[in-house]
Structure formats: C-alpha cells, structure tokens
C-alpha cells in the first residue's frame, strides 16, 4: 500500500458530549479544506454520550479521522495540548467541537502562516468584521469582554481576542512552549500568548461567532475560577499553579470556617478550648475537602465509595501536615523570634504538605 500524503495541517477538537455534532464538523472541514492535506484529531474526555465512539466509527472509514479518548481526565486546556502534542502535521488548528467556529477561515489562517507573515493566527470576534453574535445570553457577552480587558491589561497581551477558542499555529513554536503551559482551565490560548511572552507574531482574522446546533455549554460559574487562577499564575511567573491557588484559596476558607466553629462550640455550646478547637479543626478539614473536591480537583471529582475513602484520607493528610505546620512555625521562631513570621512559615508548609500529599494519596489520577 502507497503511503498517504502526511498532513499538512492537524485541526484539533477537544470534545466533551458531542456526539450530534461529530460527522457535521468532519463534513464541513472536508468541504473548507479541499487541496489541502489535513486531519482532524478528536480529543474526547470519555463524554458518556459516547462522542468518541462517534469519531472511531468515521475514523474506520476515513483515515483523516483520529481519536484520542481521554480516562480519568478532564479539561479544555490539557485536551489541546494533548491533542496538538499527538500531531506531526507543521501546522495546529484548535477548534471548538460545537460548530461555533467558522471553520472556513482555516484555509485564510493557513496562508497567513505559510506566507512566513505569522506564527500565530487568531480568530477573532472583536476585530473589524468579526462578531460574538453567538453569545446569544448578554451576560456571557459581559464576562466574555470583560475578562478579555484583564487579560490585556494584567498580562500585557496586545491582541483584540485572547480568549478565542478557535486559533492556528506553527506546532513547532508550540511544542517550545508546551512545557509551561497549564493542563488545566478552558482557556488554553490566554495561555499560549502569556507564556510566549510577546515572542509570537500574531494575526488576527475576524470570524462570527455562531450559535450552538447540539450540545449544551461546557462553561460555568467555575471556569470564571480557572481563568482567574490562570491570571494570576501567569502573574507570579508559573511559581505556582492554578490548582495550588484554588487549594489555597479553599484553605483561606477553611480558616474562616475554623474560627467561626470555634466561637459557637467555646460560646454557643459551652465547650472547653481542647475540645472546642478539634471540633473547629475537623469541621475545618470537612469543609476543605468538599470545596476541594467540587472546585479544585472537578476534574477527578470522587464519588460513592471513593468520596468517603477520600474524606479519610485528607483527614490524615490534614493532621500530618498540622504538625509540619507546628514544626516549622517553632523552628523559625527559634531562630527569629517574630511571631507573625513564624506563623506565616508554618501556615506556608502546612499548605505545601496538604496540598502535595492530597495530589499524591487523596486525588490520585487513575
């Protein structure tokens, strides 16, 4: 057998229930790229709608058609990069699986590319011609414009869209950038442009932003968190991850729960201060583990059996990493006899140890 002509260009579509829009997409890209060597590559987070089971099914009957079905992950962000990683065409497209994007403007982004004029080409809602006419709900319209002037003016990105789903770039310009970019979050391009740092000629080209066919929408009050928690990363320079902040976050929390348990078992119940504070610790610790299960590891959410093996778990975790929290706090009192200082070093390590060891035993990937 002749070998097929490698592709030129690899389109890669994360996906999450899916399945009604799968053979609509692959049409309309066959139509939209004619002369050009292309294939697309569906990134599927195991939808139970069986997306990826859609995509197997064309992929037998169409060799441009390839699938990596994703177990025990989730996530927009680490989908692309996944995607675009598994690739060996010269040129990446990522775009949305929910027929929003105008996949005709791939061929236009191609030649901006080819001409040597870019390595990276946006499409854009919020240029001349462009248009968001798809967030059909004004709120979202809001939050979209919104983010898109925090993202300008806290990271310095001078591009009119920096939270477009739909780009193209030179894979090789990205697989030097792959390493720090976060798996997580939704918004993987605000990513790429921040960790570029201005080090990437960017185009934009003005496409509307359509209404959704199938599905539903993926976005919800937590992606307003992972972008938040991208900023600000991308603002400490990478020095911590957005999971570490939303951990931390959780437990600045945890701290406020603390104390109020506190106040109501020493003054409404009448307890004494030992039994008091392990009462406030364990409410403490139970709250941390639920806000940590439903916002900072969403992605590896637990359930049934695993929710009350975890639960237990943290709370060990949470009880060891007291005691590094104790340690430190008197080692660096010790040597520097300033209180805040000392609390301060023992909060930090207790936090580093909680939040590692919660990776490593409580939210395990499988």
Not at 87 to 104: G, K, N, R
Not at 320 to 339: I, K
Request: with cysteine; hydrophobic share 50%; net charge neutral.
């Amino acid at each position: 057998m002749t070998p097929t002509a490698p592709p030129q260009l690899s389109v890669i579509v994360p996906s999450f229930n899916e399945r009604g829009n799968v053979a609509v997409l692959v049409e309309r890209l066959a139509a939209a790229l004619q002369g050009i060597a292309w294939e697309v590559i569906y990134v599927d987070d195991n939808s139970p709608d069986g997306t990826w089971s859609a995509v197997k099914e064309l992929s037998a009957a169409d060799p441009r058609v390839r699938c990596i079905r994703r177990i025990g992950r989730r996530g927009l962000s680490g989908a692309c990069i996944e995607g675009i990683l598994a690739s060996s065409a010269p040129y990446v497209a990522v775009i949305d699986a929910d027929l929003q994007h105008d996949e005709t403007k791939l061929p236009e982004m191609l030649a901006a590319l080819r001409d040597g004029k870019a390595d990276l080409a946006i499409g854009s809602r919020y240029v001349g011609g462009g248009s968001a006419a798809g967030l059909a709900d004004k709120s979202r319209v809001g939050i979209s414009l919104a983010a898109t002037q925090i993202a300008k003016k806290l990271l310095h990105i001078e591009v009119a869209d920096p939270m477009s789903g739909f780009f193209m770039l030179r894979r090789d310009r990205f697989e030097a950038l792959a390493p720090q970019l976060s798996v997580h979050g939704f918004k993987i391009l605000l990513d790429v442009l921040a960790t570029a740092e201005g080090g990437l000629r960017t185009v934009e080209i003005p496409f509307t932003f359509g209404s959704r066919v199938h599905g539903e929408s993926k976005l919800d009050s937590m992606v307003a968190l992972d972008f938040l928690g991208l900023v600000l990363a991308k603002l400490t320079g990478d020095i911590v991850s957005l999971r570490f902040l939303l951990f931390a976050a959780v437990g600045g929390f945890g701290l406020v729960v603390h104390l109020v348990a506190l106040y109501i078992a020493l003054n409404v119940f009448r307890f004494d201060f030992g039994s008091s504070q392990a009462i406030a610790a364990l409410t403490a610790m139970t709250s941390n583990f639920f806000l940590n299960n439903f916002l900072t590891y969403r992605d590896q959410r637990l359930k049934g059996f695993r929710l009350l093996r975890g639960l237990v778990l943290f709370y060990l975790v949470c009880s060891v990493g007291l005691f590094a929290n104790v340690g430190v706090a008197f080692s660096v009192y010790d040597n520097e006899p300033v209180w805040w200082l000392a609390g301060i070093a023992g909060a930090v390590m207790g936090a580093v140890w909680n939040y590692a060891m919660s990776g490593l035993l409580v939210w395990r990937r499988r």
